[in-house]
Structures are given as structure tokens and as C-alpha cells.
């Protein structure tokens, strides 16, 4: 059974940016033909993709973020990471991480980030 | 990219039978069958629901059906129990080989 588990800090200041780290256990994060994403939900409100990256390293992100955005991978650690440049009171939200193939087959637990001085 | 328009919120009583609907446009929607559909409760990750337009996952209830025509692709809760009661996003991939998701729509069970 696949999970994941992302981990980083709870609090981010205006301007700087944003670190986390998603875990994959139960299974290789190269093995299989896996985009490995992150998404963000700010409390009260909708989902919103952010972006992906393939074993391969190759990435895709959300138009909106691209400028700020920045996703890599680890293989040897079964990780991958989102780093957000930046960041203002909007970033403030819960950010997920998850497998895709089209679709978000599984998903970590979320954590919430806030960005406040 | 914008993201695809669902109802804000749709209800029904037990028993009975609702339909979410997603639109999008031919460039997302319209365009593949990758668009899937989630159940989120309070405090939860999302769950998979509807995969492919119209396929189960392993363990998804029967009475969850996903359909597609044209632009829109809808979600249907047949038999509506009281856990159902939640948030419901769909998703879709984009011709820009992106992702995007819904608006989201609350399910009450009356």
C-alpha cells in the first residue's frame, strides 16, 4: 500500500519561500509510469493543482504559479519537494502531495502552511 | 487556466438519486477521458471516486457512476446515504498537459 506523508514548516514569512517534502513508502517512487503532484487548498475554498514532476525529472506546472514554483525529486531518499518563492498571505493553505496517472490515486494527509510575520 | 465550473451545492434525501455535474471545454473536459471525480469530508484528504470518466477504484461504492458528453462530465450518487454527505471535486487533464479541478460542490443529504 502506497502512502505519502509531507513534511516541512508550519509557518512561512511574507516574501520568503516555502520548503516541503513528500515521503512515498510502500513502493519505489521510479518504479511504474507515476507523475508525482502537489495541490493546495486554503481553508474554506477549492483545490488547485499546482504541479507535477515524472521519475524522469520532467515537470509540468500550474500557469498561474509557474513563475514562483519549483518541483524536484529525490529518488534515492523516495521523495519529492515543492518550493514556492515569494509567498504571500494568499499562499496561506493546506498542501497536499499525491500520486497521478490522469488521476490523484493517493494521497498524503496534507499539512497546513501559513505564511504570516 | 481556469477551473472547471461545478454547482456550488446540490442536495437530496436519503434513497434518493443526485447528479453533479463539471464543464469544462474541449481543451480539457471535452478533450480526454482523464477526468476523475473526489469525495472530500471536514478535515480529510480527497478520495478517489471516478476515474477515467466512469471507472471505480477498488472498494468505491456502486452507487457512485461517472458519465461524459461533450464538455461536461457528470458525477451520480444513486441511493444517497447520510456519508455521503460531503465536498465533491472533479478534475480533468488539459491540453497544456497540466491539471485542473473543479469548483467544488457540497452534497447535503436532507
Known amino acids: 500500500q502506497v502512502q505519502l506523508q509531507e513534511s516541512g514548516p508550519g509557518l512561512v514569512k511574507p516574501s520568503q519561500t516555502l520548503s516541503l517534502t513528500c515521503t512515498v513508502s510502500g513502493g519505489s517512487i521510479s518504479s511504474g509510469s507515476y507523475y508525482w503532484s502537489w495541490i493546495r487548498q486554503p481553508a474554506g475554498k477549492g483545490l488547485e493543482w499546482i504541479g507535477r514532476i515524472y521519475t524522469s525529472g520532467s515537470t509540468n506546472y500550474n500557469p498561474s504559479l509557474k513563475s514562483r514554483v519549483t518541483i524536484s525529486v529525490d529518488t534515492s531518499k523516495n521523495q519529492f519537494s515543492l518550493k514556492l518563492s515569494s509567498v504571500t498571505a494568499a499562499d496561506t493553505a493546506v498542501y497536499y502531495c499525491?500520486?497521478?496517472?490522469?488521476?490523484?490515486?493517493?494521497w498524503g494527509q496534507g499539512t497546513l502552511v501559513t505564511v504570516s510575520s | 487556466q481556469s477551473a472547471l465550473t461545478q454547482p456550488a451545492s446540490v442536495s437530496g434525501s436519503p434513497g434518493q438519486s443526485i447528479t453533479i455535474s463539471c464543464t469544462g471545454t474541449s481543451s480539457d473536459v471535452g478533450g480526454y477521458n482523464y477526468v476523475s471525480w473526489y469525495q472530500q469530508h471536514p478535515g480529510k484528504a480527497p478520495k478517489l471516486m471516478i476515474y477515467d470518466v466512469s471507472n471505480r477504484p477498488s472498494g468505491v461504492s456502486n452507487r457512485f457512476s461517472g458519465s461524459k458528453s461533450g464538455n461536461t462530465a457528470s458525477l451520480t450518487i444513486s441511493g444517497l446515504q447520510a456519508e455521503d454527505e460531503a465536498d465533491y471535486y472533479c478534475?480533468?487533464?488539459?491540453?497544456?498537459?497540466?491539471?485542473?479541478f473543479g469548483t467544488g460542490t457540497k452534497v447535503t443529504v436532507l
Open positions: 478534475s480533468s487533464y488539459t491540453s497544456s498537459s497540466t491539471l485542473v
Open positions: 499525491a500520486r497521478e496517472t490522469g488521476e490523484f490515486d493517493y
